[in-house]
T-cell receptor, first 110, second 110 residues
Framework: DGGITQSPKYLFRKEGQNVTLSCEQN?????MYWYRQDPGQGLRLIYY???????QKGDIAEGYSVSREKKESFPLTVTSAQKNPTAFYLC?????????FGPGTRLLVL | GNSVTQMEGPVTLSEEAFLTINCTYT??????LFWYVQYPGEGLQLLLK?????DKGSNKGFEATYRKETTSFHLEKGSVQVSDSAVYFC?????????FGSGTKLNVKP
């Protein structure tokens, strides 16, 4: 089955710790995205990548970093510089004009 | 610029009622329009799409018509079910970017 997987489903971060959220797709899509969703809110773009080895900042990139070494993978690191990381994180990939989303990772701070 | 405006929720309906969720947009050129649905604790799922003016997208009893003259893409369903309770997002795609509405929460009561 083709699709997008995100892991883990839940992630706990301690103060000062960096954590990495995984996103993998087997849809052969060139473009991939990371969004943050706060309770009762819409989606805000963190980073996106249109092609391997290239990525751009979205609207709220501060405190986050990404890499795109493989077409299938687009991991997101939430660094200690992100002071309010508690949120639901969604990864997506897209064909030319249609996005497909993963199931999300909920990040909580201990 | 490009933007999407959705009606604010929550929208509360009784089972078998008629649903309309309004979505209007501003855009240059020829955008594509989408509706996504998000169930609690999950990622977004593509519900329907329309890629040019006067196109009608439909899926699972939901419909939306791309109206360029009124810059609208309202979501409708003739008879909602309790299982339709979710958050609905109107999305615009234009010039390689996606623009999200803020989401409308639908509650359907038995």
């Amino acid at each position: 089955d083709g699709g997008i997987t995100q892991s883990p489903k839940y992630l706990f971060r301690k103060e000062g710790q960096n954590v990495t959220l995984s996103c993998e797709q087997n849809l052969n899509h060139d473009a991939m995205y990371w969004y943050r969703q706060d309770p009762g809110q819409g989606l805000r773009l963190i980073y996106y990548s249109q092609i391997v080895n290239d990525f751009q900042k979205g609207d709220i990139a501060e405190g986050y970093s990404v890499s795109r070494e493989k077409k299938e993978s687009f991991p997101l690191t939430v660094t200690s510089a992100q002071k309010n990381p508690t949120a639901f994180y969604l990864c997506a990939s897209s064909t030319r004009e249609t996005q497909y989303f993963g199931p999300g990772t909920r990040l909580l701070v201990l | 610029g490009n933007s999407v405006t959705q009606m604010e929720g929550p929208v509360t309906l009784s089972e078998e009622a008629f649903l309309t969720i309004n979505c209007t947009y501003t855009a240059t050129g020829y955008p594509s329009l989408f509706w996504y649905v998000q169930y609690p604790g999950e990622g977004l799922q593509l519900l329907l799409k329309a890629t040019k003016a006067d196109d009608k997208g439909s899926n699972k009893g939901f419909e939306a018509t791309y109206r360029k003259e009124t810059t609208s893409f309202h979501l409708e369903k003739g008879s909602v079910q309790v299982s339709d309770s979710a958050v609905y997002f109107c999305v615009l795609y234009n010039f390689n970017k996606f623009y999200f509405g803020s989401g409308t929460k639908l509650n359907v009561k038995p």
